[in-house]
């Protein structure tokens, strides 16, 4: 008999950091390795932000703090929440926990009754499907054509709600795709959603002050606040403040459900790290300047990106609105062998072969549930980016 439980059988390791640990490994045995398949800024966490942290620590913030956080962060996401997107949220309708991927799990492991659906529109975040699986529930994987710039239409979601349906999840600015919702794009899915109030929405939007051109990204509650009794909205610190590392992520939720996720979150974790608390405090009320520096950066790499990778034979590159990811499409280049020998029948087989031979870390679509494509993460410096791209034009050229 395994010590192991059969529930560890139904979900994967995030084949995000699988592609990130070989690249290091490779990197450790002297390969020259460019690694695009990590998901956070390359950016250091603002002076002001870890002198915080710091005073903290000599002021001997070091004990344990309520599970749900500080009173002050809870009041400072509230606040947040209300400058950037007009919401609402009360200090006890907040949660922080140990990163946004915890805040997916307490509100799974909440809500899920064994069978119960939650709807996922591809390309989706690795870890949704895997999350709502280990909670019992059923991921309802619903693909998202690239013609419709791999955004969910209103006639999709109609079609993929059911009675047993409980979550409807959307991320936006998306991961992998860099596609984001604006308000008029939201509309649609918010009538459908009125139609049918036995399903609650779970709004990832950790991504939504990484926007460019101008574009205003949205939000559920934004748009229709009749949706917010059943609407957990979820963002943190770790993308827009280049603070991946100190794992604050947080949600504003009803009162009920936010009661719900604090009581599990008391039985696994408890609070979030009592310093990390004090850092996002002052990230969320302090300068908010750095911000639209570091868009404005992210920009000019993804500009590069997008013309370097149309360039190489094959590819095609769509220009996203957010984020810091491009996901080209690698369909015309299935079926052939590269140079050294690899035969690339699917998209996992092109990021493998793109690693052992060109040393560039991507992942491959399929780990997004929407296969024929990759993913590539421009949140490093210009130069490596630039070689990068020539690496990947030149797998793709020397292609039979």
């Known amino acids: 008999m395994s010590i192991v439980a059969d529930r560890m059988n139904r979900i994967s390791p995030s084949q995000t950091i699988v592609i990130s640990t070989r690249a290091r490994a490779l990197k450790a045995e002297g390969r020259n390795i460019i690694s695009l398949s990590a998901g956070e800024p390359d950016f250091r966490t603002p002076e002001n932000i870890s002198r915080a942290a710091a005073k903290a620590i000599e002021n001997g913030q070091t004990r344990y703090t309520d599970v749900a956080g500080t009173p ?174 100190w794992r604050i992520g947080f949600s504003g939720a009803p009162v ?19 310093i990390a608390q004090a850092a996002a405090v002052e990230a969320l009320t302090g300068p908010q300047d750095f911000i639209q520096e570091m868009v404005a950066t992210y920009q000019g790499r993804r500009d590069m990106v997008v013309s370097m990778l149309n360039e190489a034979e094959g590819l095609e590159c769509d220009v996203p609105q957010g984020a810091f990811y491009v996901f080209p499409t690698v369909e015309k280049c299935l079926g052939k062998t590269s140079s050294g020998g690899k035969k690339l029948e699917t998209d996992e087989d092109f990021v493998t072969a793109l690693l052992d031979e060109e040393g560039v870390a991507a992942v491959h679509g399929s780990a997004f549930m929407f296969p024929g494509h990759i993913r590539i993460s421009y949140a490093t410096d210009t130069d490596s980016l630039r070689e990068a791209c020539t690496r990947i034009q030149r797998f793709c050229k020397g292609l039979l």
Not at 99 to 104: A, R, Y
């Open 256 to 274: 009920e459900l936010t009661k719900a996720m604090n009581k599990l979150q008391g039985q696994s974790t408890s609070n979030t790290c009592s």
């Open 72 to 245: 002050e962060l809870r009041k400072a996401v509230a606040e947040r929440f209300r400058l950037d997107s007009g919401l609402d949220y009360t200090p006890e309708e907040i949660i922080v926990s140990t990163g946004g991927k915890q805040v997916i799990y307490n509100a799974m492991m909440a809500t899920l009754n064994p069978g119960d659906e939650a709807i996922i529109p591809a390309p989706c975040w690795v870890s949704y499907p895997d999350i709502v699986t280990l909670a019992e529930g059923k991921p309802v994987i619903v693909p998202c054509k690239r013609e419709n710039g791999f955004r969910m239409t209103a006639e999709q979601l109609e079609a993929a709600i059911t009675p047993r349906t409980k979550w409807f999840f959307l991320n936006s600015p998306c991961n992998p795709t860099g596609v984001a919702y604006s308000a008029e794009d939201l509309r649609p899915l918010c009538d459908v959603l009125l139609r049918h109030p036995h399903v609650w929405i779970f709004t990832d939007d950790i991504y939504a002050k990484l926007v460019y051109d101008g574009f205003r990204p949205a939000t559920f509650v934004e748009v229709e606040p009749l949706l917010r009794s059943r609407t957990v909205t979820m963002n943190g610190v770790s993308k827009a403040y280049a603070m991946t590392g």
